[in-house]
């Protein structure tokens, strides 16, 4: 299931607000995190998918700020990260980063027709996504589920 669309943007806060004062988003505030040696911060819209992301991230990191405000990736659910990544590879989509050896299960693939990527989200971290930005949220299906849930 497409939950969420990301953008990489300069000022968390400034793109908070702006949306905020534009189309009256509601956020559940700003995470601070690190995945290997890149410190960023996210942020995500509550009330329910699909939700809008937004991350501010140091340079050559995979969500790097300083190449301007931009789409990064619509992000998907699924039930095997890696069994969708090679899928995915083998249809032609490169792999433009995995987290999945620092110990995050995602991956990142490059869809050029649309400038953006395809994140593949393991659906083992849905609990926690709900827990931590959108308590209540229903339980939302992985793309490649057998059966809807």
Not at 73 to 84: A, F, K
Not at 135 to 147: L, N, V
């Amino acid at each position: 299931m497409f939950y969420h669309v990301c953008f990489v943007v300069p000022d968390v806060e400034r793109a908070m607000r702006d949306l905020t004062e534009s189309v009256n988003a509601q956020w559940s505030g700003i995470l601070e995190d690190s995945l290997g040696e890149w410190d960023y911060l996210l942020a995500f819209t509550r009330g329910g998918p699909p939700y809008v992301e937004l991350v501010q991230g140091p340079p050559g990191s995979p969500w790097d700020s300083s190449l301007g405000a931009r789409c990064h990736h619509l992000g998907y659910w699924t039930e095997d990260v890696d069994r969708s990544s090679a899928r995915l590879s083998g249809a032609g989509f490169e792999q433009e980063f995995s987290a999945c050896p620092l110990g995050r299960p995602y991956a990142y693939h490059k869809v050029p027709s649309l400038g953006v990527d395809v994140e593949l989200m393991d659906i083992s971290r849905q609990q926690r996504f709900v827990a931590s930005w959108d308590p209540g949220t229903p339980h939302m299906p992985a793309f490649d589920s057998a059966s809807p849930a």
